[in-house]
T-cell receptor
Framework: RKEVEQDPGPFNVPEGATVAFNCTYSNSASQSFFWYRQDCRKEPKLLMSVYSSGNEDGRFTAQLNRASQYISLLIRDSKLSDSATYLCVVGSNAGKSTFGDGTTLTVKP | NAGVMQNPRHLVRRRGQEARLRCSPMKGHSHVYWYRQLPEEGLKFMVYLQKENIIDESGMPKERFSAEFPKEGPSILRIQQVVRGDSAAYFC????????????FGPGTRLTVL
């Protein structure tokens, strides 16, 4: 079993749709959680950190469920520019971060 | 404040040659991470370094690969006697503290082995 698992997709949605990604992790001692996006094999860029209380940034909402060991990302009112690969990242306080293989989103007009 | 810098951006080597990839972290960051992304695959952790110390190299292949982060100068990822399977994008990231901190990525070095 992978340490961090994501549904690879692809998710193909029309503009304006709401789409949700889930990610599960196996290490219950994990300390930090993030969502990154990666465009066309460029470098990953931080989208948002994920907290137990949940956090929202505009059209994006991230949730963390420690008991079930999963993280979610919700994108509302999808834009064409949201097309990318979304990476779930889990870190330990020992320094190592583990990336999921990513979920590919394509938003179509 | 310049971001994470990597050079070269593209590197072509023939089988058996050596590849040296450089990474300069963001100013004020003392933690560096190297990742490899093979074509059509996800990012894989290779090594985590602080100045003059390797903290975690659990993702490094046992042979031909080494990394350093000297007191002065950039972090170096060195691949000896490259093979075609080493062709990949190599990304460096830096953070001010440990992995609980956000990591900021450089633009990557794309290595092609002929």
């Amino acid at each position: 079993r992978k340490e961090v698992e994501q549904d690879p997709g692809p998710f193909n949605v029309p503009e304006g749709a709401t789409v949700a990604f889930n990610c599960t992790y196996s290490n219950s001692a994990s300390q930090s959680f993030f969502w990154y996006r990666q465009d066309c094999r460029k470098e990953p860029k931080l989208l948002m950190s994920v907290y137990s209380s949940g956090n929202e940034d505009g059209r994006f909402t991230a949730q963390l469920n420690r008991a079930s060991q999963y993280i979610s990302l919700l994108i509302r009112d999808s834009k064409l520019s949201d097309s990318a690969t979304y990476l779930c990242v889990v870190g330990s306080n020992a320094g190592k971060s583990t990336f999921g293989d990513g979920t590919t989103l394509t938003v179509k007009p | 404040n310049a971001g994470v810098m990597q050079n070269p951006r593209h590197l072509v080597r023939r089988r058996g040659q050596e590849a040296r990839l450089r990474c300069s972290p963001m100013k004020g960051h003392s933690h560096v991470y190297w990742y490899r992304q093979l074509p059509e695959e996800g990012l894989k952790f290779m090594v985590y370094l602080q100045k003059e110390n390797i903290i975690d190299e659990s993702g490094m292949p046992k042979e031909r690969f080494s990394a350093e982060f000297p007191k002065e100068g950039p972090s170096i990822l060195r691949i000896q006697q490259v093979v075609r399977g080493d062709s990949a994008a190599y990304f460096c990231a830096s953070s001010p503290g440990t992995a609980v901190d956000t990591q900021y990525f450089g633009p990557g070095t794309r290595l092609t082995v002929l």
